[in-house]
């Protein structure tokens, strides 16, 4: 923000500057006060529950060289979103102080909470040194590190605002806390063995069995056995098991219930993940990054594996993280092995935080629990991210990404989304604070306020009671900590999603209890896709969105997934989309690709499917079955039309003999990709687009020719998924060439796909077309509640319109 300096350089004159971002919890306050005391500046800094207020004194030119000095030399884990200065008359201060932070203000509760950070290196020196009063103790952290976003309960970011409160600081750490050149300086997590939290192992009964440092060795102990450990970690629990011991896997998969869904990895050291996997430079950096994330790696093909087959089966890709708490820390030094570590649950439930519930809902998989009595306050699971082409895309968005704002856009700035948001009329619609619910498959939740939307992390689907209420609790825990009462809620246009039902009852519920109107807008699935997309690359209209994925409710009411959505200043138009076929069994063809299949070939050829469709996959049905479902299709019961390239994905690895039915989302499309390995080739087949009135379909009946031609003439499977992938970019080029100079978004769950997106995107590049992807927002349904909420900044006249009538 520029202001006016005073006249002359040497002018005493005070200072006042309003500093926004990720500001609180990263040493920040400490920097302004060594930089200010190095300057001899008087004065004082704060935490708000805005962000950090300063005010200094001195001559105007070192005030000047100050407020640069703060950006330029801010730490290493801050992030400034807004620097604000305004010059003031002095008013005398003697000295620079740290004040208490203000939690009564008035002011907006916008600051940014910091996600939970990666033990850094300090820290870990410490737990290892011998001579440290903290040596081996597993809750050690500083300002650099540690628990932030699953420990606070509201801002402004303070002990006494987080789960550590509990827990009086002893004399030493005490003085470290209240020191402003030690790292631990308002560390609000900070403790050590004589005040700070405890560990415990204990078996299936809660008895306890070992305590302190004995506990890391009976649980390293057990792990060495073949016993599943449940771990309490930094944002809920994790089952761990020897990732070498494949009884253990199996029994891991069998009480989990999950049979075939890859298993992360945790390993002592990076140097064994490079044995195992290949390992580039971006990728080495996220192992080591203070995210630490899981990251997926390309494993080295023809090379014996130290792990079991049954950490993921078929999989040429492995999960793989570091260390990232001093209690991984210890427990992998201990063991010199990796092991599994995948979420304290059961499939699609969310993880467990506290000790007592994990007992009891975990009693039934692991056989010993390693616990600690520092409080979870929400559950944040591991983040999980890929490399695709030149970006890091992010998966799963949880621990280490979350709750930092997904989006960010400034009133000031030019041609990026903001214009685009406030040409809407967005500056002057009060509608200030947006919830926005998401959709029903990897849920997440976003607030939008004062231009930022804050996105939780990753809670999942909403299938059974527990996820629900994790669902309700991540809206609750945002909105405690924003202060926040939403103007308007966004959500997905299904009906019959729980996410939308509830939306509609919130509203309904703030109405009754506030006589205030909070306006539901449903938001079609696939344009939310499109402009979550937008949102993170600050792009405005016009894009052509490319939205692949499952499943999504269309405004026609049939099943969209394979969408290009042609983005203008105030709507969208569905300008393109792979033509439909039917899905018999509904929801069933999900679970069993091979009635995407048979609905794909029905679509083709009728009732004379039986006759000439001489394909492996009818012989897989019994002849009565498969009657019934061509009576189905036919009379057009329980079979809904899709237009998904997901379910085109399904249909096609069936064929290919890749798996007729699955246990995971995504099972047999991961395979066609995974198929191609090595092969290496630019065929492809055709893909017709016929001009359809005011859009174009891309007909699959070409492409699905030549694949039946080649199973006949029995070509390999990975050939025909290279040609199958290819066969999808050039369907993508070619509609964007209708399209000239106008640039392409790709999202949704189908560019996942490393060979697909970097394929499309090689494509596109090479015809001179600009392309964006994701990369911090999530391209499956992760990120929906993002685009949800820029949706009704779209519409932000609309809505004002409605709120005054």
């Given amino acids: 923000m520029s202001f006016s300096a005073p006249s002359s350089p040497s002018d005493p004159r005070r200072l006042r500057l309003a500093i926004r971002g990720a500001v609180q919890g990263v040493g920040f306050r400490p920097f302004v006060y060594r930089l200010a005391t190095e300057l001899h500046l008087a004065g004082w800094v704060n935490n708000s529950a805005a962000g950090v207020f300063v005010e200094v004194e001195g001559a105007a030119e070192v005030l000047d060289r100050f407020r640069y000095r703060i950006e330029a030399e801010k730490p290493p884990r801050s992030q400034i979103r807004s620097l604000e200065a305004v010059w003031l008359p002095i008013v005398g201060y003697s000295e620079f102080e740290i004040k208490v932070s203000e939690s009564g203000d008035r002011r907006s509760k916008s600051a ?45 970011y303070d002990r006494g605002n987080t789960t550590m409160g509990k827990f009086r600081m002893c004399p030493q750490c005490e003085t470290e806390y209240r020191d402003p050149r030690d790292r631990r300086f308002h560390a609000q997590p900070n403790a050590c063995p004589v005040c700070g939290p405890k560990l415990q192992f204990w078996d299936r009964r809660g008895e306890i069995l070992a305590e302190g440092d004995r506990a890391v060795s009976a649980a390293a102990d057990a792990l060495r056995r073949g016993e599943i450990v449940a771990l309490k970690g930094l944002g809920g629990f994790q089952l761990l098991a020897d990732a070498r011991n494949a009884a253990a896997l199996r029994q891991l998969r069998i009480r989990k219930h999950r049979p075939d869904k890859p298993f992360a990895v945790m390993y002592p050291s990076w140097e064994q993940v490079r044995r195992e996997c290949r390992l580039w430079d971006t990728e080495q950096e996220l192992l080591r ?138 500056s002057d619609c009060k509608l200030s604070k947006i919830l926005a619910v998401g959709g029903h498959l990897k849920n997440t939740v976003a607030v939008a306020l004062e231009g930022q939307v804050f996105l939780s992390q990753h809670i999942g689907n909403l299938e059974n009671p527990r996820a629900i209420e994790a669902f309700k609790e ?143 996959l009818l012989k897989s049905w019994r002849s009565r079955d498969l009657k019934l479902m061509l009576q189905m299709l036919g009379r057009n019961i329980n079979s809904p039309q899709t237009s998904s390239a997901g379910r085109l994905f399904d249909a096609i690895a069936a064929w290919v003999g890749l798996g007729e039915t699955i246990s995971f989302e995504g099972q047999v499309a991961m ?32 492409m699905v020719l030549g694949i039946i031609a080649d199973l006949d003439n029995q070509i390999d499977a990975g050939f025909i998924s290279a040609k199958f992938h290819n066969s999808l970019a050039e369907a993508i080029v070619s509609m964007a060439g209708r399209f000239p100079g106008i640039p392409v978004a790709l999202t949704g769950g189908c560019f996942q796909n490393r060979y697909l997106s970097e394929r499309t995107i090689a494509r596109l590049r090479s015809g001179g077309v600009a392309v964006y992807c994701h990369s911090q927002v999530p391209p499956n349904d992760g990120g929906l509640a993002v685009g949800q909420a820029m949706a009704i900044a779209r519409l932000s006249k609309k809505v004002l319109n409605y709120r005054t009538d």
């Fill in 112 to 156: 940014v909470v910091l996600p939970d950070l990666a033990t850094c290196p300090d820290c870990l020196r410490d737990i290892f040194d011998p001579q440290n009063r903290r040596f081996r103790y597993p809750f050690t952290n500083c300002t650099n590190c540690g628990p932030r976003y699953s420990i606070i309960k509201t801002l402004p």
């Fill in 289 to 426: 990054s203070p995210e630490s994330p899981v990251v997926l790696l390309s494993r080295r093909s023809g090379e014996s594996s130290i792990l079991a087959a049954e950490v993921a089966p078929n999989n040429p890709n492995l999960g793989v993280m570091l260390p990232y708490t001093p209690l991984h820390h210890l427990l992998m030094a201990e063991l010199g092995f990796p092991v599994v570590a995948t979420s304290g649950n059961f499939s699609n439930e969310p993880i467990c935080t506290e000790e007592g519930e994990a007992l009891q809902r975990l009693g039934q998989i692991a056989d010993r629990f390693l616990v600690h009595d520092r409080p979870i306050a929400r559950p944040v699971d591991d983040s999980v991210v890929r490399v695709i082409g030149d970006r890091v895309t992010v998966i799963r968005r949880a621990r280490g990404y979350a709750p930092l704002p997904a989006v960010i856009w400034q009133e000031n700035s030019h041609n990026t989304l903001s214009d685009f948001i406030l040409s809407q009329g967005a």
């Fill in 474 to 616: 991540a809206i609750e825990s945002l909105s405690k900590i924003y202060d926040f009462r939403p103007d308007c809620i966004a959500c997905d246009a299904h009906p019959d999603y729980y996410s939308t039902q509830f939306a509609y009852q919130l509203s309904a519920d703030i109405f009754y209890r506030e006589n205030r109107e909070v306006p539901v807008i449903p938001v079609q699935h696939h344009y939310a896709h499109v402009l979550s997309a937008m949102a993170e690359n600050q792009l405005s209209p016009p894009v052509l969105g490319v939205a692949w994925d499952g499943t999504g409710y269309g405004l026609d009411g049939t099943i969209w997934g394979g969408e290009f959505l042609l983005i203008s200043d105030t709507d969208f138009e569905r300008v393109g989309h792979w033509r439909t076929f039917r899905l018999p069994g509904g929801d069933k063809a999900v679970l069993e690709p091979r009635r995407a299949a048979v609905g794909l070939l029905y679509e083709l050829w009728g009732d004379e499917l039986l006759e000439r469709g001489n394909l492996k």
């Fill in 671 to 702: 395979g066609l990709e995974f198929a191609i390995a090595d092969f290496e080739t630019d065929e492809f087949y055709p893909v017709d687009v016929i001009e359809n009135f005011d859009s174009f379909i891309l007909d699959w009946k070409p």
